[in-house]
């Protein structure tokens, strides 16, 4: 059983750097044909998909976000990360974590997200 789970810090000031960790169990990230995604849910709003970096380590980024954002792994450490420069109070959200599969298209594991703040 995959499971995935984010880590980092609760609280960020603006103008600083969001920095998470998605630790992932039960599964490498280096397996074939997955997707490893960052999304968020701001409060009142839908849900945002923020970028991935595949098995391969190849990266995407939501266009909207791309000049702030970097997702890099470790695969030694079976980890990825998500780090979002720049903040502001408007990057308060829930962060998640999960796998994407590309054959299916579908998100199939999440993490249990983390609540991350921007305020001073």
């Known amino acids: 059983q995959v499971q995935l789970r984010e880590s980092g810090p609760g609280l960020v000031k603006p103008s600083q750097t969001i920095s998470l960790t998605c630790t992932v169990s039960?599964?490498?990230?280096?397996?074939?044909?997955?997707?490893w995604n960052w999304l968020r849910q701001i409060p009142g709003k839908g849900p945002e998909w923020i970028g991935y970096?595949?098995?391969?380590?190849?990266?995407h980024y939501n266009p909207v976000l791309k000049n702030r954002t970097s997702i890099s792994r470790d695969t030694s450490k079976n980890q990825f990360t998500l780090e979002l420069r720049s903040v502001s109070p408007e990057d308060t959200a829930v962060y998640y974590c999960?796998?994407?599969?590309?054959?299916?298209?579908?998100?199939?594991?999440w993490g249990q997200g983390t609540k991350v703040t921007v305020s001073s």
């Open positions: 970096i595949s098995y391969g380590g190849a990266d």
């Open positions: 039960g599964a490498s990230i280096t397996t074939d044909y997955f997707y």
């Open positions: 999960a796998r994407e599969s590309i054959r299916s298209g579908r998100y199939e594991s």
